[in-house]
């Protein structure tokens, strides 16, 4: 263990970024869970016969209009 202003410096850098990399890795699969479990299923259903709910809603509920 390196006692210094520049080691505590990097110390601290390379948890900041550890802890970005964790968050943008739980992002991308939560994000992923939504698309597949919620968004996909829901694009189907709105282009079903009898669709219980419409394109517009669905973009309306992911607040996008193009997705």
């Known amino acids: ?3 210094s202003p520049h080691a505590e410096s990097m110390r ?3 948890q900041i970024v550890f802890n970005m990399v964790e ?3 739980e992002y991308v699969l ?3 869970i939504l698309v ?3 968004l996909r299923p829901l ?3 709105a282009s079903s016969k009898k669709p219980p709910i419409s394109h517009d809603d669905v973009s309306s509920i ?3 209009r193009y997705i």
Do not use: D, G, V, W
């Open 30 to 32: 939560q994000l992923s």
């Open 1 to 3: 263990y390196i006692c």
């Open 23 to 25: 968050a943008e890795t």
């Open 12 to 14: 601290k850098r390379n």
């Open 62 to 64: 992911f607040l996008n």
């Open 43 to 45: 694009r189907m259903a």
């Open 36 to 38: 597949n479990c919620f």
